[in-house]
């Protein structure tokens, strides 16, 4: 499937956040332990080809006639023998394609995991950095808010303002402090999310970018959903079922056995003739035929409707997966429109805040006006910081769809 698109270039891992943000992801890929976890079970399939090679066991037996048998040549004491089954020519080749087959699904295990790691590295990372500009936004409001309440402090040495004012300028900073220690415990949470996915010590700081923002530089290029490891997956498990049937088909064949039994023979007293005493060797061909053949057609059955449970399963998560990249680029799309409405209506507000202090300077302010523009500012900053991260996070998300 094919889907164009409008993406930014260099956003997702770009030119801004590249090195700090790539650098975590890497070093989350290499101490994450899901993913060391799925590159060891990958490790143990790799070692069962090896396996694959192993012919059955060497049988060796031996045994002392209680009743010595009599024969012409003298009498039998004991009998040794040894055997080795062999199976159907080609059958040692299907074991160790159908071992591979298996390798292969594991080993995409390996990079499916790492493209989940990788989305939620970043998406945390984001989720960080918002939290981060929220904080520094409160603190700026914070300010602001203080120089008004000194200039309601003045207003009301001379009368142009009511004490009324000045407490709900109060308020208004306590509740914006309230607000920033709420943050401070979101951020801990986060950072402790962020650093277990590092595998690595919950409390360590986190270097973040210093500022993210939605540019208009665009450029139309062509997203793929496929190939995708969550795709191509079903791909290599419907081969391992192809090589299981192969295998399956080789071990319907008979088997073929190779022996040789040795039986010792004693000397007949008093008699003198050729071949007196000679101990026997018998080489022996044997042969295992599959008659009641039921269980491999059952197995022939059952690889047939796996293969066809997998192209189902493939099909509903490929119908999923083009959801998600769709109701993401809407997504993104929406965050860039809504950074862009912000970013006019703090401009406007910033307008409307400089009247006002203006306005001051003629004995007119109303701080009523005052706490609803700043209510106002810390709305739209804060809109437009969500904005900001739920771009790059939808950006997150279609590059873990249609990157290669």
Do not use: C
């Given at each position: 499937?094919?889907?164009i ?53 060497t ?24 055997k ?13 394609n ?26 945390s ?25 000194r200039l ?127 101990d ?31 192209n ?27 950074f ?18 203006k ?15 700043q ?30």
């Amino acid at each position: 499937m094919k889907k164009i698109g409008s993406i930014l270039i260099g956003l997702m891992m770009g030119i801004v956040n590249a090195q700090d943000l790539e650098s975590y992801i890497l070093e989350a890929e290499a101490n994450n332990p899901e993913v060391q976890a799925f590159e060891i079970r990958y490790n143990i399939s790799k070692e069962r080809v090896g396996e694959a090679n192993a012919l059955p066991n060497t049988e060796v037996s031996a045994g002392v006639f209680v009743s010595e048998p009599e024969t012409r040549t003298g009498a039998q004491k004991a009998r040794f023998s040894v055997k080795q089954m062999l199976p159907w020519f080609g059958t040692i080749t299907a074991r160790e394609n159908y071992a591979n087959a298996v390798a292969e699904v594991d080993y995409l295990d390996i990079a499916i995991a790492k493209r989940k790691l990788r989305l939620s590295v970043s998406q945390s990372y984001y989720r960080l950095y918002a939290i981060k500009e929220k904080q520094k936004v409160l603190d700026e409001n914070i300010q602001l808010l203080e120089t008004y309440e000194r200039l309601a402090l003045t207003s009301v040495e001379v009368g142009d303002a009511s004490a009324v004012d000045v407490l709900r300028l109060q308020i208004r900073q306590n509740e914006l402090q309230e607000q920033k220690e709420v943050l401070m415990q979101e951020y801990l949470s986060e950072q402790s999310v962020f650093n277990n996915l590092l595998n690595r010590k919950e409390t360590l700081a986190i270097d973040l970018i210093d500022s993210l923002a939605i540019t208009n530089e665009m450029e139309q290029i062509t997203m793929e959903l496929e190939p995708h490891p969550e795709l191509e997956k079903y791909d290599r498990l419907y081969e391992s079922v192809a090589e299981s049937e192969i295998l399956n088909q080789r071990e319907a064949n008979p088997n073929l056995g190779f022996g040789l039994d040795y039986i010792p023979v004693a000397e007949r007293a008093g008699m003198d003739f050729s071949d007196n005493g000679k101990d026997i060797l018998m080489p022996m061909v044997s042969l295992s035929i599959p008659i009641f053949s039921n269980r491999y057609k059952s197995r022939s059955v059952q690889n047939e409707l796996r293969q066809e449970e997998i192209n189902a399963q493939k099909t509903n998560r490929k119908n999923r997966l083009e959801t998600v990249l769709n109701t993401s680029i809407n997504k993104k799309e929406a965050a860039k429109i809504k950074f862009n409405t912000q970013k006019k209506n703090l401009k406007q507000a910033r307008n409307a805040e400089e009247i006002l202090i203006k306005n001051y300077e003629t004995g007119t302010i109303d701080f009523n006006d005052v706490l609803d523009i700043q209510e106002l500012q810390l709305k739209f900053q804060t809109t437009q910081i969500e904005a900001v991260k739920s771009y790059y996070s939808q950006m997150a998300v279609i590059n873990y769809l249609t990157s290669q």
